[in-house]
């Protein structure tokens, strides 16, 4: 029997609309940008997936998100892992089986990536590795039926001379099989995506169309009231709850939360609810610790950031002198860009599309900052 998540908002619209944009050969390639915990994981799984096999494609689905330690060994495994679910695994070795020994274990490209295929010795991997994704690939498209690869939180190959041969492989492989292979990338770092696909000379620079993935509106809260009212036999005030959800900062995962909360404690307390999550998530988060480990200077940047996302004016930067008590105007831009540099190592800040804008990774930060550190 079928499982059903009955909190689960449906957005089959828009994973058709993705679909048939890859149908029509509008595109053979999306990037889909949204902060994490905003649903990507969950449409690409439980919408686009069903969609896209719905409309005859293969879904090879792997997320790099869950394989940190080692993202490149995850992405040529699921495609090996799908090329030898249709028996072709085979057929793409079998012409290097008297070479050496290939091995797909752990470690990152250029250590230890490849595929374990014959012979008995081994030997220095990261080339065939390259080359034997670009062999798994051609024969994904000389099958059937089409196929189409998602790859979740793609930010993780962002590190050019780490993955830089295996991105390029893929890139050439998708551009020589466009007609057959399709490929939607996620992604929750904007600095991350920002150095794969605009950062000129590196491998997917300009090779895929990059999209924000749309926020949650009203129906969605509307459809968990509708399956709380049908769990509950109760009703919720459907204005409150939209003012939840804002003030969560229209965060799916956490108004989830607080809606099964209030399932499992029998109440209609909203507002209750909301103060819970609140603190439950800045605990879990460790906003506090976070901010405690920052310098005064790279705290005086990341309150810029989630003010108004300027940085580097005039006004700027006399805020950040007198927040750090230093006499005499504006602090230096140099200084400021050495703050801005370490916080964006960090993760906790990424440029935007205006220049010199930046915003705070983590929407959920930047809302607990401006509630408790907007003024020095």
Known sequence: MKETDLWHYPRTDLAKRYVEAMNIGLSSTLALFAPRRMGKTEFLRKDLRPAAEAAGYRVIYVSLWEAQDDPAHALINAIANAANDRNILSKATSKIRRGPKITLTGGHLGMQAGISIGGEESVDESPKATIQLGQLMRQLAEGKPSVLLLVDEVQMLADEKQFGPLVAALRSALDA?????????????????????????????????????????????????TTYTHITKWKLDADKAWQAFEELDRVPLYFRSLMERLVLSASTDIPQALMQIHAEREDSAGYQAKWNALSPLDRAVLIQAADNGKIYGKEQREYISAYLGIPGGAMPIPTVQQAVKRLTTQGLVTRTGDRGAYAIEDPAFSAWMRANHTQP
């Not at 992604?187 to 949650?216: T, V």
């Open 177 to 225: 099989h466009r007609d057959r292979i399709k490929a939607i990338f996620t992604g929750s770092s904007q600095d991350g995506l920002r150095l794969m696909f605009q950062k000129e000379k590196a491998p997917l620079y300009q090779f895929s169309q990059q999209l924000p993935f749309p926020a949650l509106e009203r129906a969605f809260v509307e459809h968990l009231l």
